[in-house]
């Protein structure tokens, strides 16, 4: 029997926060669903993720519209595309344009300028480590989710580290716009955070001007002065990578500590052999992916799993529910270091599009589940402070999670 649809609507409460249930009644039942009363499809099944990635001429990454809840609870889409005028860059970003911006950042994002940070890296998680912990328990995502991946990011970039905490809350007020559940009051204010922080990179980025250095900044200035790249450009792809370069990164960070500090057995199998805690991390971006889905426009009339989709409708690939599809991953709500498939998850997105900054992220979590177990014998989760999440349909971050740490 189809469940009421009550227990399809994705906004409410209890499906924000565990939204794996509508995941799975999804894909049973409405792998490709119509959120009713809009143009958005939530695309479930990780046939027809699959599907829908590879097919790039009938569906654009360009981001062309995000949900808003209206006072009487109902959802409308806003226009992002600006009539066709908008710029895309990188993840939302279409060939050629893509390709060429992507070859741009990865020198900056390749191994040996990672490893170059995880020194530094380990030393200041330490440091976030002690000022966070007041004996017998820490705020893991004040002291060190939150703060960590933006830090980095910005050194990559080349921002004061004093900036840091201004960007963070910019950031995560620039993503809340893309969360489809953000209400009418609320989108002012982060559509004025998000035009915030661009200006704000659009300073640093004249200030680089004067004196490019090595960093991403002076290699997108170096590429603006050979007439490689716009100004323009330049910045929104710094916009893009301190929003989704912290924000995602947060999201594993927190949610890597939430299940190891829920699953004891995995806890003894990562002190006794810390070559493990790269598959646990595997399986936690598979379990908990930091991005629950990404946005596809419809470029013309077509149809995806013998739905019709109208062109100019918007699908979300739910990578989350993807990730848990039985016809790819046996046992997909288990946690099993032993998986075949490990690294065969969406979280990092697939193919062309596959996340410029997936090795940073994995090296930052590790570090931080690194001082986590080093500074423990044992982890749980706070019962009196129930862990909460930030209300989204598009990231799978945590608002707060307390942990009980015994030294």
Request: with cysteine; charged share 20%.
């Amino acid at each position: 029997m189809t469940p009421p649809t009550l227990d399809i609507n994705p906004f409410l409460p209890s499906n924000i926060d565990d939204p794996y249930p509508l995941y799975d009644v999804l894909r049973r039942e409405h792998p490709v669903y119509r959120i009713p009363d809009t143009d958005f499809y939530l695309v479930s099944t990780w046939e027809l993720v699959t599907e829908a990635v590879s097919r790039t001429e009938d569906f654009s990454s360009n981001l062309t519209g995000v949900l808003v809840r209206t006072p009487d609870g109902s959802a409308v889409t806003f226009d992002m595309n600006g009539g066709g005028q908008a710029v895309h860059v990188l993840a939302t970003a279409d060939e050629p344009d893509h390709q060429h911006q992507r070859k741009l950042v990865l020198p900056t994002l390749v191994a040996k300028r990672i490893r170059a940070l995880e020194p530094t890296m380990l030393e200041y998680t330490q440091q976030l480590w002690d000022n966070g912990f007041d004996g017998p328990h820490i705020d893991w995502v004040t002291s060190i989710a939150d703060t960590l991946p933006l830090q980095m990011v910005a050194a990559l970039i080349g921002l004061p580290t004093a900036d840091v905490p201004q960007l963070l809350a910019w950031s995560y007020d620039s993503t809340e716009l893309l969360s489809g559940i953000v209400t009418a009051e609320r989108f002012t204010d982060v559509v004025t955070s998000a035009a915030e922080l661009t200006g704000y990179l659009y300073s640093k980025f004249r200030e680089a001007r004067t004196n490019p250095i090595d960093d991403l900044l002076g290699d997108l200035v170096r590429c603006c002065d050979a007439g490689e790249l716009s100004e323009d450009v330049a910045v929104l792809m710094l916009v893009q990578l301190v929003g989704a370069g912290g924000e995602s990164t947060a999201g594993l960070i927190a949610n890597s500590a939430r299940l190891l500090a829920e699953r004891p057995e995995i806890q003894t199998q990562l002190r006794e052999d810390p070559l493990l805690v790269s598959a646990f991390l595997e399986e936690t971006l598979r379990l908990e992916s930091p991005f629950r889905g990404h946005h596809r426009h419809v470029n013309a009339d077509t149809n995806l799993g013998g739905v019709a989709l109208p062109a100019g409708s918007h699908l979300i690939l739910l990578w989350g529910s993807a990730n848990r599809d039985p016809e790819s991953f046996a046992e997909p709500h288990a946690m099993n270091l032993d998986r075949a498939n490990l690294r065969a998850h969406f979280a990092f997105g697939k193919g062309a599009h596959f996340c410029v900054g997936a090795a940073l992220a994995r090296l930052e979590a590790k570090t931080a589940i690194a001082v986590l177990l080093e500074n423990s014998s044992h982890v749980t989760v706070d019962s009196e402070f129930p862990p909460r999440w930030v209300p989204s349909m598009f990231v799978r971050r945590h608002q707060s999670l307390r942990l009980a740490v015994t030294g």
